[in-house]
Structure formats: C-alpha cells, structure tokens
C-alpha cells in the first residue's frame, strides 16, 4: 500500500514476472489429473484431434466400448472441459476454453501424441475416403504431428494448393514450407528431389502475390542447384522462366535476359508450348526493358502466334 492513501497500491514487481497465467495453468492441468483415468485418457486423446473434436473420429480412435464412451463424454461435458455442438452432417464436440485444450495436450507424452496423431490420419482415411479434399488441412496436421513424412508432404502441398485456389496465400506458403520440412525426413531419391524443386516453384507462385521477391529469389536458387544436379531439362526451363521473371520485376533486365535465352533455348529443344509461350514472353519483357525494342517485338510476336487457335483459349 502507498504510504498514507489507504487502498492505494502499487506493483512491487513488472507485471510480465508475475504467476497468473502459469497460476490458471496450474489449477487446469490438476483438475484434469484428478479426473478418472478413462475420463482423463478420452480428454486427451481429443486433445490429439483438436479443439473441435468430430464425434466419428474420437468415437473411432477412443478404444472405448459404447456405453462407456458415453458415460465419460457425459462427465466430461458435466465438469466444463467440452461441450457438444451439432455441426450437420457431423456431431463434433469443443473445448470449453482454448487453455484447457493446450493444457490437456501438453500433459501427454511425445510418443503417445505421435501415435495418436498417426492413428487420426488412418481414421479420416478410413471414414471419409470420398470427401478427403474437404479434410486436407485437418490430414496435414495430423500427418505431420505424426511424423508419418510421406503422407505430410502429399497432404500439405494439396492444402497448400487448396488455399492458394482461394488466394489464401500465406497460409499456402506455410504448407509448402512444412511440406518441404516434412520431405527432408525420407530418404533422397530423384523421386524427392524433383519434389524439393516442385515444391519450391509452388512456393514462389504463393509468394509472388505477396511481393516476397528476395524470398523467391532464395527459393529459386536452391531450385535451381537441385535441378542442375539432376539434369532436369524440364524443370531447369521452368525454373529460367520464373527466375527471368523474378529478376526483371527486380530491376536486373541483364541477368533476366540470360535466364530467359536458356528458357527459350530449352523449350525450343523440347518443343514445349506452354514453356515456348512463358520463356518468349519473359525474354521479350526483359528486352524491352534493356532497349531491345527489335528483338522485343519479335519475342512477342512469337508468343501471339503459339497462342493462336484452341491455345487462346487456355490460361
């Protein structure tokens, strides 16, 4: 109390060192080891699963008989740790309070939480093989939580390329990024390596929008040191048109010009079309930004005369 202002007070110490949090902490993860051990064993699992927990899914991997599982859903749902709410077609259940689901989570031990992550992935596979693309951020998670690395990186790159549909592109990014996290785990094949650089093209088209352009350059170069290890034609094509690109919006038009003279250059030799059409435009742009107004228009031209017929009508 300050001297002589009855009631006044000040803080003896910054607020930030004080154990409140940790305090609310403490209380939860007690209450949870006091629960009954099916109770506290069937809270974590959905834990496991998530903050919003599909019935079907906790149902299945609960290892619960019926009557028993619903009992302990009951106490559960009684002493505030979940709630039930009707998502149609799915009934799902909620933790009452983020807290409490980071709490439960974190008093599991890290191969119990990697089996049960794995055994999630198997079940959505096992109950919704038709409806997998509505699951895919949901499969990703869990794949990748589960170190089952062959199915995290399929997963994340479909969701990535779901939320870069709907322009949803830093999230995209952080797929692509973990996919290519999840891909260092298995073994290096050419198979994982023509992935490490599809992967990292499918990163620079969700940065682009960003602006990310230094991360792109990044991105590009370790792109293109893996393809060149490979000897990948194709991809070594691709990767001059996106690295044309990239230094011509840049402002380096004479580095751009070499990349797209061996874009141009290599789907000439494979007699690739959509290829021919990017590396000419890119070529022809960088061109026209040195000066090479001649050679611009030529490059340009070229590319109206790819697209002409069925090909004008393609994106």
């Known amino acids: 109390a300050l001297e002589g202002e009855r009631g006044a007070y000040r803080l003896a110490r910054p607020v930030q060192s004080l154990q409140i949090p940790a305090t609310v902490q403490a209380i939860l993860a007690a209450r949870i080891d006091r629960l009954p051990v099916e109770e506290k064993q069937l809270l974590q699992t959905a834990s496991v699963i998530g903050k919003d927990v599909p019935s079907a899914i906790l149902t299945a991997i609960a290892e619960l008989p019926e009557e028993a599982l619903r009992r302990a859903l009951g106490h559960l749902q009684e002493a505030e740790f979940l709630y039930e709410t009707t998502l149609f077609p799915d009934l799902e259940y909620t933790f009452k309070h983020a807290l409490t689901h980071e709490v439960t989570y974190g008093s599991l031990l890290q191969d119990r939480r990697r089996t049960l992550h794995g055994r999630i992935v198997e079940t959505i596979e096992r109950l919704y093989p038709d409806r997998l693309p509505e699951h895919l951020e949901r499969l990703a998670h869990h794949a990748f939580r589960g170190e089952a690395w062959e199915k995290a990186v399929t997963y994340l790159r479909q969701a990535g390329a779901k939320a870069f549909a709907r322009s949803s592109n830093r999230e995209a990014v952080s797929c692509f990024e973990q996919a290519l996290t999840a891909l260092v785990h298995l073994p290096e094949t050419r198979e994982t390596l ?61 580095e751009a010009l070499a990349f797209g003279q061996s874009a141009q250059a290599i789907a000439e030799s494979l007699g690739d079309v ?5 590396g000419n435009l890119y070529l022809g742009a960088a061109c026209r930004v040195t000066g090479d107004y001649r050679q611009a228009e030529d490059l340009l031209l070229k ?12 994106r």
């Not at 109206?304 to 017929?309: F, H, I, R, T, Y």
């Open 194 to 254: 023509e992935q490490a650089i599809d992967l990292r093209f499918d990163l620079r088209t969700s940065l682009f929008p960003l602006g990310e352009f230094e991360r792109i350059l990044g991105c590009l170069r370790e792109a293109e040191g893996l393809a060149r290890t490979l000897d990948d034609q194709r991809r070594l094509g691709q990767l001059s048109v996106y690295m044309c690109h990239n230094l011509w919006m840049t402002g380096h038009p004479t």
């Open 274 to 278: 959509p290829l021919q059409v990017t």
């Open 303 to 314: 590319v109206l005369q790819l697209l002409e017929g069925d090909l004008s009508r393609e």
